[in-house]
C-alpha cells in the first residue's frame, strides 16, 4: 500500500492550503485515515482523523480552521486548511490504516511540507 501526498507550498500567515493523499496498492479497504504534522525540530503529531464512515477528531490548536474530509471511492483523504498560521508550518504526513485479507497494517505517506510565513 503506497499513501501519496501533494498539496504542500508556502503560503503567508491567514491563507489556506488543501492536502490531498490517495492510496493505492494491494489492499481490501481503507480503515482510518488520518494527517500528523512535524515541525522542525519536534515530534511527529496528530493533527485530524477520520474513520470509514466520516466520524472526525482534531487536535485542538486546528479546530474550527482545518477539516479533513475523504472519498472512499477513490482511496483519498484531503486536509483542508485555512486561516494558517506560523505554528502550522511542519511536514504534513498522511496515515492510513489498511486492509489486507485478514490483516490490518498501518502506512505513512511520505510527507509534503507546508510553511507559513508571518
Known amino acids: 500500500v503506497q499513501l501519496q501526498a501533494s498539496g504542500g507550498g508556502l503560503v503567508q500567515a491567514g491563507g489556506s492550503l488543501r492536502l490531498s493523499c490517495v492510496a493505492s496498492g494491494s489492499f481490501t479497504s481503507i480503515d482510518d485515515m488520518a494527517w500528523y504534522r512535524q515541525a522542525p525540530g519536534k515530534q511527529r503529531d496528530l493533527v485530524a482523523t477520520?474513520?470509514?464512515?466520516?466520524?472526525?477528531v482534531y487536535v485542538d490548536s486546528v479546530k474550527g480552521r482545518f477539516t479533513i474530509s475523504r472519498d472512499n471511492a477513490k482511496n483519498t483523504v484531503c486536509l483542508q486548511m485555512n486561516s494558517l498560521k506560523p505554528e502550522d508550518t511542519g511536514v504534513y504526513y498522511c496515515?492510513?490504516?489498511?486492509?489486507?485479507?485478514?490483516?490490518?497494517?498501518?502506512?505513512w505517506g511520505q510527507g509534503t511540507l507546508v510553511t507559513v510565513s508571518s
Open positions: 477520520i474513520t470509514r464512515t466520516g466520524s472526525v
Open positions: 496515515n492510513a490504516d489498511a486492509q489486507r485479507s485478514t490483516k490490518r497494517s498501518n502506512y
